[in-house]
């Protein structure tokens, strides 16, 4: 048991290390050099469409509105999103992408796309289900101990 607690250790560290670091090399290309992995992931919390407003996106990214709206200045600069205000309420501001962050967000689309297709590449239809029951677990340890970091139950 101990050997197999190691492992599993050692994966996860080593994984999430690796998966951050090759996620840079894969997203972060010539096109799109100007952009970070964290400003990646806030462009895929926006979204494709019409968008969304910044409670939503800072909620969905787990972050405060006051971080988000920092990023957002920048992606904004960089020609990514475009920001508007609610007709209806004008404390509410709508982010959505403009045609070259909708780009970045199809290439960090594909690359999820490879991610997750060499892993279902190498699964039988029996060991699926286990897999996807291990990462539920382990998402759902992940929202608890968030939880418990910040004082929430």
């Known amino acids: 048991m ?6 599993i250790n050692d994966i996860l ?10 996620e840079e090399k894969a997203i972060i290309t010539e096109e799109f050099k100007d952009l ?3 400003d990646m992931h806030v462009i895929e919390a926006v979204g494709p469409g019409e968008g969304n407003n910044m409670s939503a996106i800072a909620k969905k ?3 405060t509105v006051g971080s988000l709206t920092t990023a957002m200045n920048s992606l904004v600069n960089k020609g ?14 709508f982010v959505r992408l403009t045609g070259k962050g909708v780009k970045a967000y199809r290439h960090h689309e594909d690359y999820h796309r490879q ?3 060499a892993i279902l590449d190498k699964l039988s239809e029996d060991e699926i289900p286990v897999l996807v029951k291990t990462l ?9 101990y968030s939880g418990k ?5």
């Open 2 to 7: 101990e050997d197999a607690y190691r492992a």
């Open 13 to 22: 560290v080593n994984l999430f290390h690796e998966i951050w670091e090759l």
């Open 36 to 38: 970070t992995n964290n």
């Open 61 to 63: 990214l787990n972050i």
């Open 80 to 93: 990514y999103v475009e920001r508007h205000r609610s007709e209806r309420d004008r404390r509410v501001v």
């Open 115 to 117: 991610m997750t297709g």
């Open 136 to 144: 539920d677990g382990l998402a759902e340890f992940f929202r608890g």
């Open 149 to 153: 970091q910040d004082g929430r139950k």
